[in-house]
C-alpha cells in the first residue's frame, strides 16, 4: 500500500520523479485525487514554507519543492476537474500598480497552490479597480498584493481602501513585499502583512479560518 | 593609456568614490512609480544629465549610466525589447558627457527579472543574449567598465559577467544584494557572502562587492564588507548601501541614513577593506559630497 506520507517527503524534498511515480501510485490505490491533494501535498508544501521562513531552506530549494508537487498535480487536476471538485478558497494576487517585480508574488501564488488555494494571478501593475473586480467576479476568500518598490506602497494603500470600501464581505486583504512592515499594513488597513513566502501560507489560512 | 586602464592604476593606488542612487534621484524629477526610467535616456536627456552633473559636482569618481532594467527582459515589459541599444548607447553617451576628465563611467547592468532553468522558464543563453547586447551598447556609447549590480543567483551573475566580457569589457564590476537570514547574511537565493564572491571571481570580475540589500543597517553593511574582504582574495571589494529601510509617511517615502551618517560610515567600511564607495536607493549627491572628504582623491 503506497502511503501518503512517503508524497508529502517527496514533495518537501523537492523529488519530482518520487512524487509523480507517488501519485500513480496512490490512484492506482483508490485512494480519491481530493485526499491525495489534502494529505499528501498540502502538508509537503506546509513543510516548505515552515523551512522557508526559518532560513533552513531558500528560493530554490521552494522552487524545486513546487516542481514536485506540480507533478502530481499534472496528473490529479484534471481527475479534480472532471469531479467538479474546486478549492475551498479562492485567493487573487498581483503586484501593485506601478510595480513590474514579480518573483515575490510569484513565490506567494506557488505556495499559496500549495495549500490548496484556487488562485487568480493578475499579474503585474494591478490598479485598484482589477482588484476590486476580480475580488468581486470570484468571490475571493483573500486578496493579495505585492510591492517591491517603496515608491509603489502608496498604490499599494489605495488599493486596500478600495478592496475595503467596495464592501466585500469576507473577503480578506493581505499585502507583502521588501519594502513593506506590519506597521506599515497596521496604518492602511490591511488585514495581514507577510514577511516571507512562508508566512504567506500561514496567514492566508488562519485568515479563512483554517487551522495555520 | 585609456580610460578604462586610468581606472585600473587609480583604484591600485587609492580607494574610489562611487555615486548615489538613480531610481529614487529620477522619481524625485518627477518619473512616475513603476514608469520606465531608462525612457529618459532619449525622452528627458536633459533631467539625466543633471543628476549626473549632481554626483560630479558631489566629487564622485564614478558615474554609473541609467541603464539599471535597459535589458530585454525588464524593457519588453514596457513595451520597448528592441529599444535596448539605442536606450544603452544614449545612456552611457550622456553619463560620459558629464563625466568628462573628472570621472569614469559604469555601464549598469541590473537583473534580467526572472528566474533561469531550471528554477524558472529562462533559458540561460537568452539571458547570456540580453545581457552582451546591453553590455556591448554601453561599450558603444563610451562606458569605462560594466558594473553588474543587484544580482541574487550566481548563476545569472556568472552569465552576465561572461556576456560582458563577450561584449568586450575589460574591467567588470560585480555585486549582489544581500539580506539578513537566521543564518547570517543571504542573497535571496540563500547564497552565502562567500559563495557569491567565489562564483563572481571565477566567471572573471575584476571588482566584487554588494549593492543595495534589504533591511540592512549601515553597521550591517560595514559587517558585510568585512565578509566581502574576507571572500575577495585580495580582489577590490565595493560596497554601495542603501539610504536605510524606507519610510512612507503620509503619502510621501523618506529614507533613515542621513548625509551625515553615510559621512560617518566611510571610515568604517574603508576600514574594513572595501575600496568602492558609494550608494545606492535612496542616497543623494549630499551623501556621495558627505564622504568625497573621507575618500581622499589624492594619496
Redesign the interface.
Known amino acids: 500500500m503506497p502511503s501518503v506520507t512517503a508524497l508529502t517527503e517527496a514533495v518537501a524534498a523537492g523529488k519530482r520523479n518520487d512524487a509523480l511515480r507517488l501519485t500513480q501510485e496512490l490512484l492506482a490505490a483508490g485512494i480519491p485525487p481530493q485526499v491525495i491533494v489534502e494529505t499528501g501535498l498540502v502538508p509537503g508544501m506546509s513543510i516548505v514554507g515552515e523551512r522557508f521562513r526559518k532560513n533552513e531552506i531558500f528560493v530554490p530549494e521552494m522552487l524545486i519543492a513546487a516542481r514536485a508537487m506540480k507533478e502530481s498535480l499534472k496528473l490529479l487536476e484534471p481527475l479534480l476537474v472532471a469531479a467538479g471538485i474546486r478549492p475551498k478558497y479562492t485567493a487573487i494576487i498581483g503586484t501593485a500598480q506601478g510595480d513590474l517585480h514579480d518573483i515575490g508574488k510569484n513565490l506567494v501564488a506557488m505556495m499559496w497552490r500549495g495549500a490548496n488555494f484556487n488562485v487568480i494571478d493578475l499579474g503585474t501593475n494591478v490598479s485598484a479597480e482589477r482588484y476590486v473586480a476580480a475580488a468581486r467576479e470570484h468571490q475571493a476568500h483573500l486578496v493579495g498584493i505585492s510591492a517591491l518598490l517603496t515608491t509603489t506602497m502608496p498604490a499599494m494603500k489605495e488599493a486596500v481602501l478600495a478592496l475595503k470600501a467596495a464592501g466585500l464581505t469576507g473577503t480578506k486583504v493581505v499585502i507583502g513585499g521588501a519594502p513593506v512592515t506590519q506597521d506599515f499594513a497596521d496604518e492602511i488597513g490591511a488585514d495581514g502583512f507577510a514577511a516571507d513566502a512562508g508566512t504567506a501560507v500561514s496567514l492566508a489560512r488562519r485568515l479563512v479560518g483554517e487551522a495555520a | 593609456m585609456n580610460r578604462t586602464d586610468s581606472l585600473r592604476q587609480t583604484l591600485a593606488r587609492r580607494a574610489l568614490l562611487g555615486d548615489g542612487a538613480t531610481g ?1 534621484q529620477l ?1 524625485s524629477m518627477g518619473l ?4 520606465c526610467g531608462e525612457f529618459w535616456n532619449t525622452a528627458h536627456p536633459d533631467r539625466v544629465r543633471e543628476l549626473h552633473r549632481r554626483y560630479v559636482t558631489a566629487g564622485a569618481d564614478l558615474l554609473t549610466t541609467n541603464t539599471f532594467g535597459a535589458n530585454a527582459f ?1 524593457l519588453g ?2 513595451g520597448a525589447a528592441d529599444r535596448g541599444r539605442e536606450l544603452n548607447v544614449a545612456g552611457a553617451q550622456l553619463a560620459r558627457e558629464l563625466a568628462g576628465d573628472a570621472a569614469w563611467v559604469l555601464g549598469d547592468v541590473g537583473p534580467f ?3 533561469l532553468e ?3 522558464e529562462t533559458l540561460p543563453e537568452d539571458a547570456a543574449k540580453a545581457f552582451r547586447d546591453q553590455a556591448a551598447a554601453l561599450l558603444e556609447g563610451g562606458a569605462d567598465a560594466i558594473l553588474v549590480e543587484t544580482m ?1 543567483d550566481p548563476v545569472e551573475m556568472a552569465l552576465a559577467i561572461g556576456a560582458a566580457q563577450a561584449a568586450g569589457a575589460t574591467l567588470v564590476i560585480a555585486t549582489y544584494a544581500f539580506q539578513k ?3 547570517g547574511l ?1 542573497t ?3 547564497t552565502t557572502v562567500a559563495a557569491a564572491v567565489a562564483a563572481a571571481l571565477a566567471a572573471g570580475a575584476d571588482v566584487v562587492g554588494a549593492n543595495c540589500g ?2 540592512l543597517s549601515l553597521g550591517d553593511y560595514e559587517k558585510l564588507a568585512a565578509e566581502l574582504v574576507a571572500a575577495a582574495k585580495g580582489n577590490p571589494v565595493i560596497v554601495q548601501p542603501n539610504a536605510g ?2 519610510i ?1 509617511r503620509e ?1 510621501r ?1 523618506s529614507y533613515a541614513e542621513s548625509a551625515a551618517l553615510f559621512a560617518a560610515a566611510a571610515p568604517r567600511l574603508l576600514g574594513a577593506g572595501a575600496r568602492l564607495i558609494g550608494g545606492c ?1 535612496g542616497s543623494t549627491p549630499e551623501h556621495i559630497a558627505a564622504m568625497r572628504p573621507v575618500v581622499k582623491p589624492t594619496g
Open positions: 529614487t522619481q512616475k512609480p513603476g514608469a525588464v515589459h514596457h527579472g526572472g528566474m531550471p528554477l524558472g541574487s537570514s537566521a543564518v543571504r535571496m537565493m540563500g534589504t533591511d529601510s524606507p512612507l503619502g517615502i536607493c
